[in-house]
């Protein structure tokens, strides 16, 4: 007896509304669930196992697109192939060439778009993305991420590791981890062209032998308390946070972007959150008496949240604006060399021991082992050392713990 074949017409699939299993012919049924969905499905036994190959659904597949698609179904059988084994097949082809398609650019916006969350500021990201804009993306943004090798990253190095030796170094380290994650999202195998240790390493100069570091050009400490009475007696918000920021040894953008929330005058505590700090540590610097008057000398300029305003509205003032007072009496100094300064007075002039100078500075300890077991961050120790610091800036006073300069060897 034949097979009974295009048993159901549309009008019958519009309106059958009970569960179970309406067969058309030749394999080809409609299923309808318990909730009332309607789904083709392809039936066929395979080494004597009964198998079932979803073809879609019937919000997207009419009765003549599920023939169609049972038909070739049977002609895949009828080739020796699985339905289920093929369709997978096709998905995974499918999902190759989307992988081939994807290049070392997009993965890299990519990754900045998931990571710049995690990232302290605006400036990270836009470092991220005008380094490689400019030095990687000409040579390898066009290419497909899998096909990245140790000859096209050396193309995006070797014509700036002798000259931009430390931009280089960045853009290396940008690219490995953009590799990485192009790795774990499966969109390339195998190892790692951009990465240095036991690679790169092989085939370009070690940065330090290239370029020497430039340390920033300090001022000597034993000219600080001259320039800093000088510097006191100027009206200014620029010579006040540059006051302030000598006072304190911290970072230049630390103490610009000093907000009132930070501080309590009462206790001559200024606690700098750990997303505005460079170690990721939340920072609580003990105030000498100088840094409290500063503080209240600029309380006349406050207009809102922010200790130092800037020209521009819900700014805090610049970096640039601080250099440029400092260059009016020392054009070949930097803000930041008075960190030096006062890390020399440390070691020179004081008995202080050398952590708790490194704590003052918001160092973090090298040393894994000693990090561990120091988790306090000594501050009424660091509070006598800043107050002896104040000393200096301001008359060059002797501090109990300040070892007299005939002692020194």
Known sequence: MAKQVNRLTAKKVEHIQDPGWYPDGNGLYLQVSKTGTKSWVYRYKSSGKEKRAGLGGLSTLTLAGARNSAKNCRKQRSEGKDPIEFKREQKAKIALNQVKSITFKECALSYIESHKVSWKNQKHEAQWRNTLETYAFPFIGHVSVKDID??????????????????????????????????????????????WRGHLDKLLPKPSKVQKVKHFKAMPYTDVPNYFRKLRTTNTVAAKALAFTILTATRSNEAREANWSEIDLKSGIWTIPDERMKSDRTHRVPLSKEAIAILKEVETFKIDNR????????????????????????????????????????????????????????????????????????FIKRQKLMNAWANHCLKGKKDANVIPMQKQA
């Open 307 to 378: 200790v130092f305003p800037g020209l521009k509205k819900n700014k805090s003032i610049t970096d640039a604006a601080l250099l440029k007072h400092l260059k009016i009496s020392h054009s070949d100094l930097t803000v930041h060399g008075f960190r030096s300064s006062f890390r020399d007075w440390c070691a020179e002039i004081t008995n202080y021991p050398r952590e708790i100078a490194e704590s003052a500075l918001a160092h973090t300890l090298k040393d894994k082992t000693e990090a561990a077991y120091q988790r306090g961050d000594m």
């Open 150 to 195: 140790v000859g096209l990253v050396m193309k995006v190095l070797e014509p700036i590791w002798p000259t931009k030796t430390e931009t280089a170094t960045r853009v290396r380290q940008r690219i490995e981890n953009v590799l990485d994650w192009a790795k774990v999202r499966k969109y390339r195998t195998g190892e790692n062209p951009a990465l």
